[in-house]
């Protein structure tokens, strides 16, 4: 029995599990009940930096006083938690990025078999990276556009997630060679480029490389951004 949480978000709309939570159908991970489950997909979160800085105890509240719940109810299932490239920085400066950070602490110190994701940045129909907000809105940069990130489609990342339900106890960064600055990517979508005062707490440099065991990503940034403009 697999479990999925955040099955509604936008990763979890793409995955498919046997039985789901989500705070969409008014399942609070802090207080509803939770089924039995052999495997436990662990997406739900409070996400975003900016809205971590707004709210920081909805989001403590949200990503790790409810993976642990999961935790100790789950204490005999593989739990899949699914955590963040801002927790490699040597600095985190933002709640969610602290809140990845401790999560994956409580998974190490909670769970006999577990399997810690970092993603990179996920691009695609619906999300929230950077790329797809450029492509439909005006774009405006923070900073100085000199910021990497690594870019992950979300058709590669889905595929590796259900490829980890397999991977031995560790942890694994879901990265690639697809390293772009934010300059780059407005670049190549062509459209006028607004600048402002970099926000606290965002990351100026979170470049991934790809340490999973048989998963490589497929999808090219720079091949979506020009399907995308046609």
Request: charged fraction near 25%; glycine fraction near 10%.
């Amino acid at each position: 029995m697999v479990l999925l949480t955040g099955h509604k978000g936008f990763i979890g709309g793409h995955l498919t599990s046997d039985v789901g939570i989500d705070l969409k159908d008014g399942e609070n991970i802090l207080s509803c009940p939770l089924p039995d489950a052999d495997v436990v997909i662990h997406l739900a979160a409070q996400p975003g930096v900016i809205n971590s800085m707004k709210d920081p105890v909805h989001t403590v509240n949200n990503n790790i006083t409810g993976t642990v719940r999961l935790l100790n109810h789950y204490k005999d299932a593989k739990f899949i938690f699914a955590s963040s490239g801002g927790t490699i920085q040597e600095t985190i400066e933002s709640p969610y990025g602290l809140s990845k950070f401790c999560g994956e602490k409580f998974v190490k110190l909670m769970s006999k078999n577990y399997v810690i994701l970092r993603f990179a940045n996920v691009y695609g129909h619906g999300s929230r990276s950077v790329i797809d907000k450029f492509l439909n809105e005006d774009i405006t940069i923070y900073g100085d556009g000199s910021a990497m990130r690594t870019y992950v489609h979300i058709d590669d990342l889905v595929r590796g997630i259900k490829q980890a339900i397999d991977w031995p106890t560790g942890t694994y960064y879901f990265g690639s060679e697809q390293n772009y600055s934010v300059n780059e990517i407005a670049k190549a979508i062509g459209k006028p480029i607004k600048y402002e005062d970099w926000r606290k707490g965002e990351l100026k440099n979170a470049n991934l490389k790809n340490t999973t065991p048989d998963w490589k990503p497929t999808k090219d940034v720079m091949e979506y951004i020009k399907e995308e403009l046609c």
